[in-house]
């Protein structure tokens, strides 16, 4: 009898972890025996980092970390130093060096998000809380999702507060001790992420037998499952 590895996902910005509920389905399917969904506050990176610490530590055995978008930074500080971490995977994600913030890797790479106009404050001025517009979550995060599917996942959406977006990671990532086993997933169509970028830090994390490019936007988790499974169970030695 064969044990797979726990699988642990964790979601980015304005979203939650039901973005993962297509890839869950596929892992079961595949024989999977844990796979879990953190659920981010998105009220400050300490406080995500800290969510998925506490789902790491009430697993049992090797897990294998995933992070969308946000959530690769999340899982490069939550990963670090651990044993039980043994597998990495970025899916269209952040992949911080160290001392890096998302934000900072944007505003190092270039003028920031291609879709940042359409960030709404949706809380106070001081420590801007946002949103995608919800006229514009269709083209910007999940653009070749069903349209339908788009407008749920906007109406849902979780407002991410900036204090997230601006915290930065450990001395030393999980995917420098990890390059053995640290995948990448690009997104080419991405209108949140430029692909650029996304080139430039799967590159940087990860070997080019590891790195996977879909014709996709930023939500492949959602609309390609499938090769976002195959990818996991890659990193999962299956």
Do not use: C
């Not at 690769?72 to 990495?88: E, N």
């Not at 709404?120 to 801007?128: F, S």
């Not at 169509?189 to 490019?213: F, G, N, R």
């Amino acid at each position: 009898m064969t044990t797979t590895p726990n699988v642990l996902l964790v979601h980015g910005a304005w979203a939650d972890g039901s973005s993962w509920n297509k890839v869950i389905e596929r892992l079961l399917d595949r024989g999977f025996d844990t796979v879990v969904a953190s659920q981010l506050p998105l009220r400050g990176f300490a406080e995500d980092v800290a969510v998925v610490t506490r789902d790491l530590d009430a697993l049992t055995g090797p897990t294998i970390l995933v992070g969308h978008s946000y959530g690769g930074a999340v899982i490069s500080q939550a990963g670090s130093g651990r044993d039980d971490v043994t597998g990495l995977v970025f899916v269209a994600a952040y992949a911080p060096a160290a001392g890096q913030s998302a934000f900072q890797i944007n505003q190092e790479f270039g003028p920031g998000l291609p879709s940042g106009a359409d960030l709404v404050n949706v809380g106070a001025d001081d420590i801007p809380d946002l949103i995608i517009a919800r006229d514009r979550y269709h083209a910007d995060f999940a653009a070749d999702a069903d349209p339908r599917e788009a407008a749920l996942l906007a109406a849902t959406q979780k407002p991410t507060s900036v204090l997230s977006l601006t915290g930065s990671g450990p001395a030393t990532p999980a995917w420098e001790q990890l390059r053995d086993n640290t995948w990448y997933q690009i997104s080419e169509l991405d209108a949140m992420i430029p692909p650029d970028l996304e080139t430039k830090m799967a590159y940087q994390v990860a070997t080019e037998d590891h790195i996977v490019s879909l014709a996709t936007g930023h939500a492949s988790m959602i609309t390609e499952p499938d090769a976002i499974a195959d990818l996991i169970a890659r990193a999962a030695g299956q």
